[in-house]
């Protein structure tokens, strides 16, 4: 379990700030989108909408720091500012509130999988958007540390497991098999049977996660020349001019 945290979402993480009670400069910069416009509040719908997101940032450095299972809610809502009712007026337990984190942070980064290439572009041209943007969006950064949480806690929390399988899993391997059956029928990938396991596609993302979370300070991973490895394996090596 990742004990890291950043300024951002989509930064990488640094050493947690074990500081209690409050929101630190940490949790007031937390780049998770925005359920409201930057002005100040004029309504009881914004300011309702404003302490959703402060809660929501305040779970996020919760479960990184003592994980899913030891976050009480109380913790939470010291550290978003709120009272612990107020909680319950926006999320009913912390499933809930995990399955938010997951729907805000990671299910946008999958839907852009969805896109079919650019006119002109290979089917290669498109796993390596993703690859370049799971990199840096997701494997240094918090969003990886999300990751991280449903790997450790799923299963222990079923729930939470089948959540992430049905909004992130599935809708990613809907589109990894879309983009296999298209580069089979252009002719870039010879082998026709890797549309039935498209995790093979994606596998470096999870390896990455991982080695980020474990291992990276025994031996640094470059993950993108791991995914370009990979790529090559499955599309042949490009030609270089």
């Known amino acids: ?29 937390l780049a998770l989108p925005k359920a409201v416009s930057p002005k100040l509040p004029t309504s009881r719908a914004a300011r309702a909408a404003e302490r ?28 978003a500012g709120v009272g612990k009712g107020t909680i319950y007026l926006h999320f009913k337990d912390k499933e809930s509130m995990f399955e938010e984190l997951i729907r805000t942070a990671i299910v ?25 943007t799971f990199v840096q969006e997701v494997a240094t ?6 990751v991280r949480l449903v790997v450790a806690e799923g299963p222990r929390f079923p729930g939470i497991a089948d959540f992430y399988y049905r909004e992130v899993v599935s809708r990613g391997l809907a589109a990894m098999r879309a983009l296999i059956d298209l580069g089979v029928a252009r002719g870039e990938i010879k082998q026709q049977n890797l549309a039935r396991f498209p995790q093979i596609l994606v596998a470096p993302a999870i ?4 080695w980020q979370s474990l291992f990276s300070k025994h031996a640094p991973l470059d993950a993108a020349e791991m995914f370009r490895i990979h790529l090559d394996l499955i599309f042949g090596e490009r030609r270089t001019t």
């Open 1 to 29: 379990m990742s004990g890291s945290r950043s300024t951002a979402i989509g930064t990488p993480s640094k050493p947690a700030n074990r500081q209690r009670g409050g929101k630190t400069a940490a949790v007031k910069a």
């Open 52 to 79: 959703r997101q402060a809660i929501i940032e305040a779970a996020l450095d919760e479960f990184i720091l003592r994980g899913f299972t030891a976050t009480r809610l109380d913790d939470v809502a010291r550290r």
């Open 108 to 132: 946008p980064l999958i839907g852009r999988l969805h896109a079919p290439p650019p006119t002109g572009g290979s089917v290669r041209d498109a796993v390596e958007g993703f690859a370049r």
């Open 141 to 146: 950064t918090r969003r990886g540390d999300i």
């Open 207 to 210: 390896v990455a996660v991982i």
